[in-house]
Every structure is written in C-alpha cells, then in structure tokens.
C-alpha cells in the first residue's frame, strides 16, 4: 500500500483555542480512514485543512510523497482533494445534474453541453451506485439524495480522495446503508475516503483504520479491527462511556400533552400530517421513529406553534394551545430542541450569552424593566457551559465559531435549563460525540425521573429503542405503529418505516386506534 | 471533565476590539486617495482642494460652528438607518421621515404657545412621533404583506416631498406671512438654544450625541433591542424563541422613522426656525452612508457624522473659494461609502495579522489552553 497523504504536525489556532496542535495523519491510498473524536476536537478543522478551505498555522502537508499548499479548495481539488462538508453547499433552486457541473461546466462553444453533463453524470451515478434523479430541483430531494449529489460533485471533477464529515448524521440507517454500499464501490474503484463519525459502530462497519482525535491532539491511529467500541470510546474522552443507557422503571402519570386529529401542510402547500393524534403523559417518554420528510418536522413545527394547522387540537393538560404564540406555549410549559440547531436553535452571529438568554429575556431575573441583567445572563452562561461542558473559550464568542457538536450543547443546555414541563426534543443529539450523547441521554431519563412528559423524534433507531417508553412511527404524515417499550424490534420499526403493512410487521393490535386517530393510550400499561 | 483543561477567560480588551476603528479609518485613507486621483484626472489640483476643504471645515470658529452644525443631522439619520440594519431592515425613507419630522415640529412651533420646558420638548417629540408614524408604514407593509422596505420606503419619500411642497406653497396650509415658500418663524419658546456664540451650533447637537448613547443602550442593552437584533440575524431563531419577527419589524421601523423625524424637527428648531422646501440637502441619504461607515455602531455613527459633515461645510468654502465645485465632494462621499463597504473584506486579514501578533506575543492560546496528558 502507498501513501496517499501524510499531514505532518499541523498547528491551527483561533483566537485562545488551540484547535490542531502539531496533529500528523497518514491515510494510505484505498483505505476508508475513519477521523473519530470528541466534539470540539479539531476533527472539521483539520479536514478543512487538508480541502484547502483553511491555511494550517504550522506543518506541513505531503500528497503522495510530495509537499504540496492549497490556496483554496479549488486547488485542492486540482490535485484530487475533495470534501463533502456536513451542511451541504447547493443550489436549491438548480437541478441535480446543474448543481454537479456547476464551476466545471462541458461547453458547446458559448453553449452549455447539457446532454454531455447528463451522460457524465449518468456515468459516473452509475459507475458507483449513486443513485440521483438527474433533473430533480435539489431543493425538493431528500437529504440522502441531496448528500449523493455532493459526492457525485466531487467525483466528476476527478477527486481520489474524498472528505466526508459526518455524512451519517443526517441520513436513515436504510440510507446510511446505502451510503456504505457506495463507499465500498469508490474504494474498490481505489479512491481513497476519509470519514467522521461520532457513530462507533459505523468505524467498526465499514473503516479499515481509525484515527482518534482529542483535545487538538492525536491520540492514536489503529486497525479497525484491533479495537471494540467501549475501547474506541475510551481513546476518545479517556473514561468508560456508557454506550447503552439504562432506565429504571418508572410508571407514567396524567396526560400531559395531547394531540388530536392534526391536519397540516408542509412548506409547499402539500398535506404533511393527515389526522395525527397522540398523547404523552407524565414521566414518559414518547418516541417517534420515522423516514426523515413523513412529517415529524411539521409535527413538531405546529405543536411548538410555529407552522399553523389546518385542523385538529393541542392541549397540554387541560390547556388548549393550539391558537397560542410560541411564546405562549413555552410559558405554558412546552419546550423545544429544534432539529435545525443552525437555522432555528441558534442566531449564529449572537454570542453565546445571547444565545443563552433565548426565551428567557422577558422573565426573571434577566429582565430588570425594559433592560436585560447582562451580568446575569453572563453568570447564567458561565454555569451552563461548565455543567454541560461546552468546549469553548468563554462565553463572549459567538456561536458561529462552536464545533458542530458544542452547537449542539449550547442548545441542550438552555431548553433542559428551562425546566419545561413538556420537552418536544427533534434529533437532540445529532452531531454529539459519545460522552455528549451519555449526559443528554442521561438528562432525558432525569426528566422522566421528575415526571415530566418527552416527546423524542429521532432518525436514530438505537436512541429510540434504548430511551422511549412508547415509540410511535410516523409514515407519510400518519401514525401507522405504536409499540410498548421492549415489543418493537429494529426490523418491525424499520418495515413499518418503509411503509409496509402492519401486520407483516408483526401485527400490533392497538394500531388501527391511531390509525384511525381515535383516541390512544389504550397500550399505556 | 477535567476543569484544568478549559482555557483561561478571555481578556477584557483584546487587540481584536481595534478591528472595527482602523477598518474605518482605512476606507477614508483609501477614499482621499482615490478621490485626488479623480480630481487629477479633471487637471484639477488635488492637494490644493485638500486644503482648502480642510480650512473650510475647521479653519476658523465660525467654519469650525458650520462642521457641527452639519454633523448634528447626520448623527440622527445614521443612526436611523443602523438602528434598522439591526432589525434586518434597510430605511432608505429617512429623508421623508425627516420631512414630516420638520413640518410637524414646525407647525408646533408656530401655531401653539406655552412656556418653554414644555413648548420646545413637544416640538421635538411631535416630530419625532409623526416621523415614528410615517416609518412604521413600511415597517407594516413588510410585515404582514411582504412588500420589501427599500421600495415602499422610496416611494414613502416621493409623497412625503409632495406633501411638504403643498403645505408652503401658495395657499398651502402652513404657508407663512413672508413672499418666502416656507411656514411662519417658530416661536422663542420653542427654539434649540444656541451653545456656540458666534455660530449657529444649537443645542440639538447634545440632544444627537444623547441619542446615540440612547440609542446605544437600546440595542443592545434592552429586551427590545435584543429581541430586535435577534430578528436581524435571524427571523427564523427568533421566531423559535418566542419573539414575533413581524411585531419587531414594525416597532424598529417606527424607532428608525423616529429618529428620522427628530432630525428634521431639530434642524428646524435649531437651525432654520422655520420649515421650507428642500431645507434637508439629502441628510437622509447620507444617513445610509453614515450607518455604513459607522458600521452600525452609535459611536462609529456619530464619527461618521463628524466627518461627512466636515465634508459638506467644507465643501461650501472649497466651492467659494478655490472654485472647485461642491459636486467633487459628492464623488469623494461616494467612494467613502464605496471602500467602507468594500473594506468589509480588510476585517479577516486585519485580524489575521493581529492574531498572529499576539501568537508571538503574551496571548499565546497554546499556552492558555492546557492539557492534561
Ligand atoms: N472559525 C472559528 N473561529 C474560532 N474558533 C473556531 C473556529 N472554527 C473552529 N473553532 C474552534 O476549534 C475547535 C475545533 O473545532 P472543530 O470544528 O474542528 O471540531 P470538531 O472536531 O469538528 O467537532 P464536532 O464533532 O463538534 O464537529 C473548537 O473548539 C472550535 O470552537
Ligand atoms: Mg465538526
């Protein structure tokens, strides 16, 4: 085997962090190297590095033997180096195949050559099992499609070596499948992947070594299949880690939150929910499991008040809130993790301390009058960094500046900090690194410990099944499945997922209740 | 997790915190030179020009007077235009906003009489209420009706000049005595005192330079202001929070039109003493210009105002005496807008070179950022 890249002691600074300090990593040509580290670790900005997206302070990067400086992803590109960064860089409002020759467009003379783009891209779909629809606007594909299209970017303009950060953390387990599949045909075809993960079970699936990252510095680099999990972990936050979490027994109270008949439509005017109910109850955690687009979003959207319905009814206890503001309903005790921690959870360009005051500004003890304690907020952000162990350099930065994963927390923090009654949390722990997934996990139950009511949508099957005490599954805006917890098998979900009948599933006999939008409950033991 | 590995609390004052002021005095460096090449290629002598500008700004007190009487308006519309850039929202209507501000604290002026401690705060709160009103009209429209801010308030400027042309002209309802197209004087009891003997510099510029501090308190020290911010970033998160992007839109172009109407009124109560057609040459443009190269901030707005307004003083002189026309002055304001927008640029490489200043220096991260292996 050849060397394919060889970084040698990378140093990159920001401002009072030491994001790479002296890191040096060899990847060797044809192998799919897994980058595993905790949040915060540096991972995204060595690979920034190494894309020609960012200038290393220090050190010095070999491609094949030889020393080489990119001056901009462009040129890394030129020499074979691409990435596929996790927030995805595409024109919605361009077809597949335009968004794939965009900047390295075939030409007739002034012309565009679109029927060439179109064999080009067919090829090279085809070639690796990427399978796109070529004349599809990107903005109305599914993530998983949207993620191919960037690969196939990638690889119609020569790249060898391809960069994927966190490519799993938006996609299905059928679509991460499907992703692996493609993996093994580049590698087979002698491309050269570098993948981050925070899921330790995907290095071990499909990674020939590992390299793990910690606090800026590497930690080691081994065979895949010389280390398990725990160990993995282990290199990674230097403890043993809780993989699976436990939770006690724990009888459920009232109903806390009611859905009832919920009809909506998604951004596009098209029906998203058709008749949803469902209830959550005291000291219980509801799972939702679901393909990522059959209405999760907008479920969540409208009993957080943020999407109007068509019809149908919230209540929280004996509240009806489904005419109140947001801002009603989270003084009426419902809290929210929003799926998309950068459009949503977060301004960007606020620092952390604005950050933090997010729905608090109007109460005690940060509202003195019209003017908001500073002092406060300040004091309120220093304690919530520290006990949810946000990696950052103090509270003045602004959130733009945080690693994915810390982005993630600073969320966490707050809405868990709010003590709602109610918490509606979509994905929370998307983009975490195991400890960060230990302690929200942990949180959660601590919730459900205080009889406070849970409302958990995740892609992730494993959170699902090791958290809910009911999961319900969501296809095409309808609930089409309810289990007990310890009845639903990852199979069962997965059929139900993709649409197929319930009782080639498994036959659950209280599902016709919900599918029906009749009232639910009746499996509430 | 390990406390020893969270780095040290950031400094209070960083070389960073420079950024902002050098970033600004670089596009007016940049825009000087520029304009002299302009003015060298019209044959015209640019350092002469200079000079004289800069006598004609500050070179004796009466001149000096002129600078800040021209910088007091400029503060009140710059700062109009950055308080609605916090929001997100781009006032180009500050030149109507200041026109109703005017004709409002005008007629106030004249046709009511009362003792001054009330008369004269009335004056400049009318106006500043009415140009609040004529503000929050776009700030409505592109709210609920999504009629984008920079077209309706355009077109806002176009009615407003209508009005205030009909209310002096002949037969106009404000139309004073006088064979002049303007209202009747104000009285005594409601005018700005002059600070300055010897100029014409009023007391407004103590109500420009509270304002700012005002003004800075509000953004970013109030809920509203948070609130208002938070909608500037991002209307999405803000909505997520529980803050309404549409309640916020029309209360900041109402804040914004306030600010426009009190610059108006101010002129009129400290300077003019009357209202007349065209009394504002185009503060209200210049506004955006100030806000810009202020880079929003009350301070850097009210430097901002300070050299534009020396621009236009200076410019009168320079026209009267070195003849070289006023219009020159328009071009070198243009290419200050034009590389204080541009140099937004220089700011990465600013604090690129500064970090790796201190990398060499006392503020070394690696050092602050221990590890525990
Ligand atoms: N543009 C920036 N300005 C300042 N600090 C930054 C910037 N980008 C990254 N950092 C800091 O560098 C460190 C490493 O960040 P990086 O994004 O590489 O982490 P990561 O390993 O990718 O983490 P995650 O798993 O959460 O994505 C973090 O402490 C982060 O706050
Ligand atoms: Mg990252």
Known sequence: MTTAIEMRNIVKRFPRVLANDHVSLTVEEGEIHSLLGENGAGKTTLMNILSGLAAPDEGEILLHGTPVHFRSCLDAIKHGIGMVHQHFMLVPVFTVTENIILGNEPKRGFWLNMKQARAKVAELSERYGLKVDPDALVRDIPVGMQQRVEILKALSRGVRIIILDEPTAVLTPQEVRELYVVMRALREAGHTIIFITHKLQEVEEITDRVTVLRDGRVMGTAETQDVDEAGLAR?????????????????????????????????????????????????????????????????VEVIT???????????????????????????????????????????????????????????????????LDYAEAKRFSRESIQMFDVRTPGP????????????????????????????????????????????????????????????????????????????????????????????????????????????????????????????????HG | MDKSKRPLEERRFSLLSLVSPIQFMLGIIVAFIAGALFLWAFQEDAIRAYSVLFKGAFGSKRYFGETLVSTTPLIFTGLSVALGFHCGLFNMGVEGQLEFGA??????????????????????????????????????????????????????????????????????????????PASPKIMATARLDRIWPGTRLSAGIIVALLMAVLVWFFIFRTR?????????????????AGINPKTMTVWAMA??????????????????????????PGYGWDGIAVALLGLLHPVGVVAAAFLLGMLRSGSITMQAIAGISKEVISILTALIIFFSATNQTLKPMLEGAIRKHNLRGDEDPAQEKKHEG
């Open chain 1, 235 to 299: 290199m990674m936050v230097g403890r043993d880690v809780v993989l699976h979490v436990k939770k006690e027994k724990h009888s459920a109270g009232e109903v806390r939150l009611q859905v009832e008949h919920l009809f909506a439509k998604d951004a596009r005017g098209l029906p998203a929910l058709k008749d949803v109910s469902l209830e959550v109850r005291a000291g219980e955690i509801v799972g939702i499991a679901g393909v990522a687009g059959n209405g999760q979003n907008e479920l």
């Open chain 2, 224 to 240: 509203i202001g948070y609130k208002m911010r938070a909608v500037g970033f991002s209307a999405d998160a803000a909505e997520y």
């Open chain 2, 103 to 180: 004709m409002v604290a005008a007629y106030i002026g004249y046709a009511w009489n009362m003792p001054k401690v009330i008369h004269l705060p009335l004056a400049l709160l009318g106006g500043a209420v009415v140009g609040g009103i004529w503000g929050a009209v776009p700030g409505y429209l592109k709210a609920y009706h999504k009629i984008h801010e920079v077209i309706t308030t355009i077109m806002l400027n176009y009615i407003a000049y209508a009005v205030a042309d009909y209310m002096i002209a002949v037969g106009g309802p404000m139309k004073g005595n006088s064979d002049l």
């Open chain 1, 305 to 371: 008040g943020l999407r109007n319905k068509e019809s149908g009814k919230i209540l929280l206890g004996d509240l009806d809130i489904s005419e109140m503001t947001p801002r009603e309903r989270m003084y009426a005790g419902l809290g929210h993790i929003p799926q998309d921690r950068q459009r949503r959870g977060l301004v960007m360009n606020f620092s952390l301390i604005d950050n933090f005051l997010m729905g608090f500004e109007d109460s005690p003890p940060f509202a003195k009058g019209p003017m």
């Open chain 1, 396 to 523: 003045h930065v602004l959130a733009r500046t945080l690693s994915g994963g810390n982005q993630q927390k600073v969320i966490i923090a707050r809405e868990f900090r709010r003590d709602p009654a109610i918490l509606i949390a979509a994905q929370p722990t998307r983009g975490l690194d195991v400890a960060a997934i230990e302690f929200v996990h942990e949180g959660l139950i601590k919730l459900r410990a205080q009889d406070k009511a849970i409302l958990l949508i995740s892609m992730e099957l494993t959170e699902i099944l090791d958290l809910s005490d009911r999961i319900l599954v969501m296809y095409e805006g309808k609930i089409v499945g309810s289990f007990k917890a310890g009845q639903a098998t990852p199979e069962m979900l997965g059929l139900l997922m993709a649409g197929s009948n319930i009782d080639q599933a498994g036959g659950q006999e209280n599902t016709p209740t919900y599918r029906n939008g009749e009232e639910g409950g009746v499996d």
């Open chain 2, 255 to 280: 804040l914004s039109g306030a600010l426009g109407g009190m610059a108006g009124a101010v002129e009129v109560l400290g300077v003019h003493y009357r209202f007349f057609a065209a009394f504002s």
